[in-house]
T-cell receptor
Framework: GQQLNQSPQSMFIQEGEDVSMNCTSS?????WLWYKQDPGEGPVLLIA???AGELTSNGRLTAQFGITRKDSFLNISASIPSDVGIYFC?????????????WGAGTKLIIKP | ETGVTQTPRHLVMGMTNKKSLKCEQH?????MYWYKQSAKKPLELMFV???????ENNSVPSRFSPECPNSSHLFLHLHTLQPEDSALYLC??????????????FGPGTRLTVL
């Protein structure tokens, strides 16, 4: 079946650093979604991307829908302690008029004290 | 306040027990979902209900039995589970007008441990 490769699996960064993570696939997607999950909570949608090449920002977060439609990137600028959590990408693919939402395994962001 | 609540937040059960997970959404949505989340793995979609009708069952073992009495409530009945079923079970809801293209809103999850 379709799969998303999300990397890195985890990141240890200093407060104030920029963060970059990505998701790649061999399949084409129509929509890319980026979610964040805080400890003890469910995922919350951060950014949705609907067109190849689209670049969308949400505060310090910026995400891009890759031109090939097979990948997406999420960048966080000037990280702060509340950025810790697990970031998930999800891609929406259409197959035989059925949609499938495929999830990445997550990138765990840890800020070094 | 996410608008989607789940109870209990934690559950420990033996393999012979019967228990139920409850999800309630206060967003006026028409679609509800059950996901299984295991550490370092992608979310696994288990069931989808749209306007109270089950529209998706992703080859989930019969020891998991969903119930959707109305658009605001979703249950997951558990019976004779296995230790490998231990995970975080997430409920989500969406408007239900555009299927999986709708934005999903998640509850906080139930952390299930099967002994």
């Amino acid at each position: 079946g379709q799969q998303l490769n999300q990397s890195p699996q985890s990141m240890f960064i200093q407060e104030g650093e920029d963060v970059s993570m990505n998701c790649t696939s061999s399949s084409i997607f129509n929509t890319w979604l980026w979610y964040k999950q805080d400890p003890g909570e469910g995922p919350v949608l951060l950014i949705a991307l609907y067109k190849a090449g689209e670049l969308t920002s949400n505060g310090r977060l910026t995400a891009q829908f890759g031109i090939t439609r097979k990948d997406s990137f999420l960048n966080i600028s000037a990280s702060i302690p509340s950025d810790v959590g697990i970031y998930f990408c999800a891609g929406l693919a259409a197959e035989d008029s059925n949609y499938q939402l495929i999830w990445g395994a997550g990138t765990k962001l840890i800020i070094k004290p | 306040e996410t608008g989607v609540t789940q109870t209990p937040r934690h559950l420990v059960m033996g393999m012979t027990n019967k228990k139920s997970l409850k999800c309630e959404q206060h967003l006026g949505h028409n679609a509800m979902y059950w996901y299984k989340q295991s550490a370092k793995k992608p979310l696994e979609l288990m069931f989808v209900y749209n306007f109270k009708e089950q529209t998706e069952n992703n080859s989930v073992p019969s020891r998991f039995s969903p119930e959707c009495p109305n658009s605001s409530h979703l249950f997951l009945h558990l019976h004779t589970l296995q230790p490998e079923d231990s995970a975080l079970y997430l409920c989500a809801s969406s408007q239900g007008l555009r299927g999986l293209t709708d934005t999903q809103y998640f509850g906080p999850g139930t952390r299930l441990t099967v002994l």
